[in-house]
């Protein structure tokens, strides 16, 4: 296994319940995160600031629901661009408000990407923006069994 280390050493008990203890509340107080691994709230900040600096941690976010925003559709879109249309479309994707997130992926297909919509006819819309350069399988979302994770935080072997 692959040891993840940072510019001052591995990532050790300490630094993983930082990080799980941001994950959980990235709003939590250097003071609470403190209490919480047995530090001082300035060690804990320093600990937290070469975390971000090895890009061990990217960023804060807030997590919003989109149904409360009246965008109760989410769907799965796979797209295929025609041959030579790869660039354009990825360029329109990242255009596109409604879609929230898309990977380049192996196999068939070269995109996937989540859309939020109020309607299925704002999802026809969205997916006509794209028909002229790719073609499209486009799956609306039941429910999410599992809601969107980090992976796990690898420990030291």
């Known amino acids: 296994m692959k040891r993840l280390r940072y510019e001052n050493g591995p990532i050790d008990p300490v630094d993983r319940k930082l990080l799980a203890a941001l994950i959980e509340n990235s709003r939590t107080s250097n003071a609470e995160l403190a209490r919480l691994v047995g530090l001082s709230a300035p060690s804990v900040g320093e600990r937290i600031r070469r975390l971000e600096e090895a890009g061990v941690i990217e960023g804060y976010t807030t997590k919003i629901n989109p149904e409360a925003l009246g965008l109760p559709i989410a769907a799965w879109l796979r797209i295929r661009p025609i ?75």
């Open 83 to 157: 041959p030579g249309e790869l660039h354009r479309v990825a360029d329109i994707l990242r255009g596109l408000p409604e879609i929230v997130e898309c990977d380049r992926i192996t196999g068939e297909d070269c995109f996937i990407a989540r859309a939020h919509v109020q309607s299925v006819a704002d999802l026809e819309t969205l997916i006509d923006k794209v028909i002229s350069y790719a073609m499209t399988n486009t799956s609306i979302i039941q429910s999410s069994p599992v809601k969107r994770r980090l992976p796990p935080i690898p420990t030291e072997a």
